[in-house]
T-cell receptor
């Protein structure tokens, strides 16, 4: 099993550009989520999904879109990048977030100029 | 809103000694789960230990144990026989199914281990 994979590992964007951060898992997990990690603020939930076709907002959803067309994939789209979106982004998956271990991807470091 | 507070931004411990990291949380729920995650310099998030609120017995995983005080809403992590590889950021987290099954993280404690 590859676990949770994320691409790219690092990306530089200009303000206003759009891009998609990819996340995939091969563990047949229903629950997937996206977090951002900023210095001194821990991890904050952006969006999450409890299964294919179902998504919901987390704590900091503005400026991001998600979709879940398959169990395996959960891409995060930045519609118009802003410097405030400079961060490290983590994707995670589990059977249930509260009861089970969440498996995290290696992270994507995003720099918006 | 649920909150998780880690009041120690940085801690330091001598190799082979014991250190305790603090975490408090705020909730009105009775059924919830608490976690400690480790983030080494590689940035990979690794689950250290998990506690289910309905269990009175404190969870242990080898050198890692917790002191879960439900009434005080406290969930501290004790690392015994500290090793150089324990140096990392440690995050306390909370989740409950009634809140949509989402993890809420504290701001983290950076642990340094002195040789």
């Amino acid at each position: 099993n590859a676990g949770v994979t994320q691409t790219p590992k690092f990306q530089v964007l200009k303000t206003g550009q759009s891009m998609t951060l990819q996340c995939a898992q091969d563990m047949n997990h229903e629950y997937m989520s996206w977090y951002r990690q900023d210095p001194g603020m821990g991890l904050r939930l952006i969006h999450y999904s409890v299964g294919a076709g179902i998504t919901d907002q987390g704590e900091v959803p503005n400026g991001y879109n998600v979709s879940r067309s398959t169990t395996e994939d959960f891409p995060l789209r930045l519609l118009s990048a802003a410097p405030s979106q400079t961060s490290v982004y983590f994707c995670a998956s589990s059977y249930w977030a509260s009861k089970e271990t969440q498996y995290f991807g290696p992270g994507t470091r995003l720099l918006v100029l | 809103a649920q909150t998780v507070t880690q009041s120690q931004p940085e801690m330091s411990v001598q190799e082979a000694e014991t250190v305790t990291l603090s975490c408090t949380y705020d909730t009105s729920e009775s059924d919830y789960y608490l976690f400690w995650y480790k983030q080494p310099p590689s940035r990979q998030m690794i689950l250290v230990i998990r506690q289910e609120a309905y269990k009175q017995q404190n969870a242990t995983e080898n050198r890692f144990s917790v002191n879960f005080q439900k009434a005080a809403k406290s969930f501290s992590l004790k690392i015994s026989d500290s090793q150089l590889g324990d140096a990392a950021m440690y995050f306390c987290a909370y989740a409950t199914k009634s809140s949509g099954d989402k993890l809420t993280f504290g701001t983290g404690t950076r642990l340094a281990v002195r040789p």
